[in-house]
């Protein structure tokens, strides 16, 4: 083997490798991912893949094909320049997202992220509300969130603390460090808290300055931020794509394009671990079937009374629950009636081979 390790190759993934496959394949992370091909690595160099027949045919869903940051099984050919890709090796955290729009499905982001930067900007750009949509995603991935406050030169340093506490106040564990591109302030506080073997990710809001980040941990401009124009930008990376980019000191990043819509469906450790106060007070509640609405010996209602709990988390929870269940529920009606039709099309072609 090569220099998996380089790439972030643990025991966590050695100890799941199936011993069949590894005896006629090798493996290999996956850098980027295209329409219809990937850039996957074993080590030094970037090699253009495409996944096998068998594998497209045979995935059920979106989650078994593979994502930025995945292992996956590869056989190489004319000496390193194209590769075929037989199949997705055990994720250790995964990151994904309801599909925007009506449609019920999931997408994924990343695979294997082993920290997440949730970056929100100080000044207009800054949401609670926005934040825990992240935190519930990142939590369900099972990946450690660290929340970066970006642009802290343009509001004061009193109103930077503010907002710092006031994320501490929803997520107590997290780390939360406030930053700036402009003025350099904890770019290498940032940097140094990157680990060799280890992958991060940037997650937020388009314009927060994830990519001007990206190129001050890099100390170039390797890659077009917002303020570069459309002509100058030309030739130049844009966040479009997701790609696995190997810093110096051996730890791995992706930045993500801006995502408009957070949409969340079957949320429940990230719910859970996001919300776990509110968890926690409802089994407190008098009725076991309290429905938090009007109850004698309500604790929820009875915390928010009392300004334990802050009315608008609450609010965000049981809005983003409900969500989650009519996701998951439209998403299970639509994979039901995905499985009838196939069904149907088996049996169609038997009564017609017959
Ligand atoms: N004031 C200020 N502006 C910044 C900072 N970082 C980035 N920007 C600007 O914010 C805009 C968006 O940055 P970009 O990195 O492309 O954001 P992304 O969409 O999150 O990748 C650009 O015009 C940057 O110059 C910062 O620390 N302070
Ligand atoms: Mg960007
Ligand atoms: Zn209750």
Redesign the pocket.
Same mark, same amino acid.
């Given at each position: 083997m090569e220099n998996l390790e380089s790439l972030g190759y643990s025991p966590w993934f050695k100890n799941r490798i199936d011993a069949d496959k590894i005896a006629i394949h090798d493996v290999a992370r996956v850098i980027s991912v295209h329409k219809d091909s990937y850039v996957i690595a074993k080590g030094f160099g970037e090699v253009f893949a495409e996944l096998s027949g068998h594998l497209t045919y045979t995935a059920n869903s979106a989650s078994d094909l593979p994502t930025t940051g995945d292992w996956v099984y590869a056989d190489f050919y004319d000496d390193d320049t194209h590769a075929i890709i037989h199949g997705v090796i055990s994720r250790k955290t995964l990151l994904k997202r309801k599909t925007s729009g009506k449609l019920v499905d999931f997408q994924l982001i990343a695979a294997n992220i082993d920290v997440a930067f949730i970056?929100q900007?100080v000044?207009y750009n800054f949401n609670l509300r926005r934040l825990e949509r992240y935190l519930v995603m990142v939590h369900e991935g099972g990946i450690t969130p660290v929340v970066l406050l970006? *642009?802290?030169? %343009?509001v004061p340093e009193d109103e930077v603390n503010k907002i710092k506490k006031s994320v501490l106040s929803i997520t107590p564990q997290a780390t939360v460090t406030a930053?700036?591109?402009?003025?350099g302030e904890n770019i290498d506080a940032i940097k140094n808290s990157l680990l060799l073997g280890q992958t991060y990710c940037?997650l937020?809001?388009?314009?927060?300055? *994830?990519?001007? %980040?990206?190129?001050?941990i890099l100390g170039s401009n390797q890659?077009?931020?917002?303020?570069?124009s459309k002509k100058e930008s030309k030739g130049r990376h844009t966040?479009t794509s997701r790609e696995l980019i190997q810093l110096g000191n051996g730890a791995m990043l992706i930045?993500t394009?801006?995502m408009r819509e957070l949409g969340n469906m079957s949320m429940d450790a990230g719910m859970e671990e996001t919300f776990s106060e509110i968890l926690a007070l409802s089994q407190n509640c008098k009725f076991s079937n309290c429905s938090h609405t009007n109850e004698k010996g309500c604790s929820i209602l009875a915390a928010i009374n009392e300004g334990e709990l802050s009315e608008q988390r609450y609010k965000n929870y049981k809005k983003m629950k409900n969500e989650s269940e009519f996701n998951e529920m439209s998403y299970s009606e639509k994979r039901k009636k995905d499985k009838d039709f196939g069904k149907l099309i088996k049996s169609t072609l038997k009564s017609k081979n017959r």
């Open positions: 970056v900007s000044d970006s *642009k802290c030169d %343009l930053f700036s591109n402009l003025s940037l937020g809001s388009s314009g927060v300055g *994830k990519t001007t %980040l990206l190129n001050s890659f077009a931020t917002q303020s570069v966040t930045d394009p801006g």
